[in-house]
C-alpha cells in the first residue's frame, strides 16, 4: 500500500510512510496521484488533493470542513442535535447585534474567536465596554452562554474509537479548562453520556480524527466544539494507539509493521 503523510509527527505510528511537505505538493503530483491514502493534509491541500485528483485522504474531509472554524461545527451541531449545544449565538457586529447579545445574555457570558485552539482567543465579557473591545478586533461575534461548571470533558475519538477521556479542571478564578492555559487532567468518573455524545457527532457527521470539547450540567451534556487536531496529553502511548486507529480505517494490515516495532519513515526534502 502507498501511503503518503503531510504531517510527519501525527503518523508516527504507522509504518511504511512516506513524508513529502505540504509546500512540496505540486513537485510530486504523480506520485500523489498513485498513492492510496494521502494523510493529515493541511486545509489548504484538501479541496486540490480531494477534488482536483480525487484523492483518499484523512482525515475526512468533514473533519476539516466542520473543523476549520467554530461557527460551520457549531451550525452543524444545531442542526444534529441543538439539545446538546449551548445557548449560541453567531452575529455580525453591528450595534443591533450587540445590544440583541447583551439582551439576550446578559453579563457576564463567554466570546470566542472563531478560529482558535488552546483556549486563545475565548474572553470572558463582563461589560459593555469588553464587548466593544472583543468585536473591535474579531469581524464575527460568536457569543456563548457560560455554564455553571469548573470543568470540562476531553474525549479524544479517531474511527469510531475512544482513544481518551478526561476531566480538564479549571484554575482557581478561571474559566478555561485547557490544559495549555493551566487545566488540571484528571480521568475519574467519566460520564456515560458525554462519550455517548461525542460518539453520535462522530458518527453522524463522519467526523473520524477529533478531540471532542464536552461540558456536563446537571448529567446533561453539552458540545463546545471539537479539535481535528488535537493535543496528546492525557493520551498514553499516544502515537501506537491513534496509529493503531489509522491503520484499520485505511486497512494497513499488522504483517506491514516494521518487525523491530519502530514505523519506518521516507522523507522528502
Known amino acids: 500500500m502507498k501511503l503518503i503523510t503531510f504531517d510527519v509527527f501525527r503518523t508516527l505510528g504507522i509504518p511504511g510512510v512516506r513524508y513529502i511537505k505540504p509546500e512540496r505538493m505540486y513537485d510530486h503530483l ?34 476539516y470542513h466542520l473543523g476549520h472554524d467554530k461557527v460551520q461545527q457549531t451550525r452543524a451541531f444545531l442542526a444534529l442535535c441543538p439539545e446538546h449545544v449551548p445557548p449560541t449565538e453567531i452575529r455580525g457586529t453591528s450595534r443591533a447585534a450587540l445590544d440583541h447579545i447583551e439582551a439576550r445574555f446578559g453579563y457576564p457570558f463567554i466570546a470566542k474567536r472563531i478560529k ?14 469588553d464587548l466593544d473591545d472583543h468585536v473591535a ?19 479524544v475519538l479517531v474511527v469510531g474509537e475512544v482513544i481518551a477521556a478526561y476531566w480538564r479542571i479549571t484554575p482557581l478564578e478561571g474559566y478555561r479548562a485547557n490544559v495549555s492555559q493551566g487545566g488540571r487532567i484528571d480521568h475519574a468518573a467519566i460520564p456515560e453520556a458525554a462519550i455517548g455524545l461525542a460518539r453520535r457527532l462522530a458518527r453522524e457527521l463522519d467526523i473520524d480524527h477529533a478531540g471532542f470539547d464536552i461540558a456536563m450540567v446537571d448529567g446533561h451534556p453539552y458540545v463546545f466544539e471539537f479539535n481535528r487536531l488535537f493535543g496528546n496529553q492525557g493520551i498514553a502511548n499516544s502515537s501506537r494507539r491513534i496509529g493503531d486507529a489509522i491503520r ?15 514505523p519506518p519513515l521516507q522523507l522528502t526534502a
Open 30 to 63: 504523480e506520485e500523489i496521484r498513485q498513492a492510496d491514502w494521502l494523510l493529515f493534509p493541511e486545509y489548504w491541500q484538501v479541496n486540490a488533493l480531494a477534488y482536483g485528483l480525487g484523492a483518499r485522504i484523512f482525515p475526512s474531509l468533514a473533519s
Open 116 to 129: 482558535s485552539a488552546m483556549g486563545e482567543g475565548v474572553r470572558l465579557i463582563a461589560s459593555r465596554q
Open 248 to 262: 484499520r480505517v485505511i486497512g494497513l494490515d499488522d504483517d506491514d509493521r516494521d518487525p523491530d516495532g519502530e
Open 137 to 155: 478586533e474579531e469581524p464575527v461575534l460568536y457569543a456563548q452562554a457560560r455554564l455553571p461548571i469548573d470543568r470540562d470533558l476531553r474525549i
